[in-house]
């Protein structure tokens, strides 16, 4: 070692919510400190936040410290705690192999300095770290515990929610989650709403129409009454979506149920101590109401996304019929899972194109020939009338929501035409008639070109209407082999004409 040590300094900044770490500039300040006293050469500082966007992983200031030790271009590196150093056993074992080998000793500003060629030093260096990475598992371990103790009382995780306010109890020891009437009557009036039979979409005009605010509006404007942020203008109310509304009908707080690791292999529900807005009997018949994610249960026309899903492919387990999902290992590709057992899936693309091949084959091979020529049974004019209603339904929401009606008159509307419509809807035949024209179409297409052409033309709403009137049922099984290709051998195929 020279006379006057070649000296780096090393900062990190990392997250920590205990608000205990010491910001880069005030350890690279207290190194250059302890370097001046010293009479050692500061000759480069590196520095690492691993709580910017980039952060994290990636340590690109520690990188450039270790190619300068590996290069013999420094004897001793400075650093506020030796903490900052390393994060995990499996980096500082290999940080001190390479220190060792470049006879670089560690000085730390809150610690001792370790000369890493010696056996005591790399002994230190290590028994330190230990107990570094011990306190930050142990400090996470307590999160995680308490996280779990919150869960298991039923208590609410941390912000409080919409339908509730959170209120000091104890004289402030602990807080409770409390009704809050104006939002609790917007959940309790939609779950009604939905469980008699009313449309998402007339909700949603609804709400909008009568201005009500979002809940997030609703919660900032409680903030705002109880913190006061004068400084602030009061929050301006935004626009109800379906989205919203259905994800307030369907939340299990709803019915006082605390659900720990949503979504989660490990996920877990417990009695909540807060005060149910709906009964669970509401809660369990409104979900069942409005199945899957993100599908939404209004019948307005044209929308359909997807080609197989609520009854034209079933599960091989339970019979359940296909919802959609992204699945997290197929690379966000869209996958069809069973509503029911949820064990049965398939990447949407191939069922799709195999539905949309033994179509086509269908349609060429004449067979429909018969089904084609009959006359399109008594049922057109129920669907006929089906459709009216439908309309004139939404045309009331719409009338709502543009002010030219009230509240009062679009119940009535909907008092009179629902019973109607939900009859109708009640009487319709498990394959429905073949439309006219469709019918005249798929009796023109005589060419496979000709059937390609007509099926690519159609939106994915048309496609569907002829699946279920040729009866398509798809019945996906159980890969028969493990592995990600697609085997159609799985997927069984009948008619139900
Ligand atoms: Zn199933």
Redesign the pocket.
Known sequence: MSATPRVAIYARISEDPSGEAVGVSRQLEDARTMAAARDWQVVAEYSDNDISALGGRQRPGYDALMADVAGGRLDKVIVFHTSRLWRNRRERAAGIELLAAQAVSVAAVRGPELDLSSAYGRGMAGLMGEFDTMESEVKSERIRAAKAKTAREGRPSSRVSYGWRRVAMDGGRRTQDVIDAPAAAVVRAIVSRLLAGDTMLAIVADLNARQVPTPTAHLRALRWDRDGWCQWPRPATSAWTMATVRGLAIRDANAAIRVHHAGRPTEQTFEATWEPLVTLEDHLAVKALLPGSGVSPVGRRGDRQYLLTGGAAY??????TMRTKTGASDKGKRRYL???????GRLIAPVDALAADVVRARILSGELSSLLEAPAADDAPRRERVAELQQRLADAATSFSAGRITIDQLEAISATLRPELDALQRDAPSAPAIPAGLAADIRQANTAAAVAELWNGWTVQQRRTAIDALGLRLTINRASKKGPRFNPNDIAITWDR
């Open positions: 599960c091989g387990d339970c019979g359940g069973c509503e029911g057992c949820g064990n049965i």
